[in-house]
């Protein structure tokens, strides 16, 4: 996994990532109030409609 990260104008985090999803490699990218919130949201944004965050797993 790659991942880029930087600040917006308003003192939002930004996150994009590149990360495996059932053997593809997706972009994902979101803000947040910091990474780690930015990183789940763009998780969650790119899951919507392929089930839970529970059936994610780190490898």
Not at 11 to 36: C, H, K, L
Request: aromatic content about 6%.
């Amino acid at each position: 996994m790659t991942h880029r990260y930087g600040s917006t104008a308003d003192d939002q985090n930004r996150i994009s990532a590149d990360v495996r999803f059932n053997g593809e490699i997706r972009e994902i990218e979101a803000t947040g109030n910091g990474p780690i919130s930015a990183f789940i949201d763009a998780i969650a944004e790119s899951a919507s409609g392929c089930g839970s965050l529970a059936t994610w797993r780190r490898r």
